[in-house]
T-cell receptor
Framework: EAGVAQSPRYKIIEKRQSVAFWCNPI?????LYWYQQILGQGPKLLIQ????????DSQLPKDRFSAERLKGVDSTLKIQPAKLEDSAVYLC????????????FGPGTRLTVL | RKEVEQDPGPFNVPEGATVAFNCTYS??????FFWYRQDCRKEPKLLMS???SGNEDGRFTAQLNRASQYISLLIRDSKLSDSATYLC???????????FGGGTRLMVKP
């Protein structure tokens, strides 16, 4: 069974530039999550989708971050404009339904903002 | 107070040792608890769920203490391959969003 796919794996940008990350969850998984993991910390949930609807985006900095999950499958996370403190690994995860189910993580996108 | 707190470590132990980690959580309404393992520069992976009655999977034992609001992970007969960061995960206030602790780093030495 294919796992969660993410691209790109690495991205280096200058501050104030824009960047977008893509995630393809495991087939059949209704719930998709985006996490931000800063070095030395645990993952922090940014947004959770159930199919193509948003369940929770309370920790998403909406002035610069946006995410969508068109057709309830793939998802994109965008940062515009990026700040130095956005340097982190952005992890996408999926699960069959919700938080009571095991979450399967993709390899992440490592973002460096200079 | 953080929602989920862990001692960041590192815990440095010799092969064959027994090591235990604790994790405390702040929301008494939390219902689901997990331990995830994260290797260096890799994604987190589920190690085990934590049930009210406690559960064991080979060398790993997880316990839940609702009264004191903490969960624990015990690793017996540590292997070099157990070296990783162990993330305590709690569902958020009875809903279905998960909150991760900062992780406890374990280093098993020969």
């Amino acid at each position: 069974e294919a796992g969660v796919a993410q691209s790109p794996r690495y991205k280096i940008i200058e501050k104030r530039q824009s960047v977008a990350f893509w995630c393809n969850p495991i087939s059949g998984h209704a719930t998709l999550y985006w996490y931000q993991q800063i070095l030395g910390q645990g993952p922090k949930l940014l947004i959770q989708f159930q199919n193509n609807g948003v369940v929770d985006d309370s920790q998403l900095p909406k002035d610069r971050f946006s995410a969508e999950r068109l057709k309830g499958v793939d998802s994109t996370l965008k940062i515009q404009p990026a700040k130095l403190e956005d340097s982190a690994v952005y992890l996408c995860a999926s699960s069959l339904r919700g938080g009571y189910n095991e979450q399967f993580f993709g390899p992440g996108t490592r973002l460096t903002v200079l | 107070r953080k929602e989920v707190e862990q001692d960041p470590g590192p815990f440095n132990v010799p092969e064959g040792a027994t090591v235990a980690f604790n994790c405390t959580y702040s929301n008494s309404a939390s219902q689901s608890f997990f331990w995830y393992r994260q290797d260096c520069r890799k994604e987190p992976k589920l190690l085990m769920s934590v049930y009210s009655s406690g559960n064991e999977d080979g060398r790993f034992t997880a316990q839940l203490n609702r009264a004191s609001q903490y969960i624990s992970l015990l690793i017996r007969d540590s292997k070099l391959s157990d070296s990783a960061t162990y993330l305590c995960v709690v569902n958020k206030g009875g809903g279905n969003m998960l909150t991760f602790g900062g992780g406890t780093r374990l280093m098993v030495k020969p």
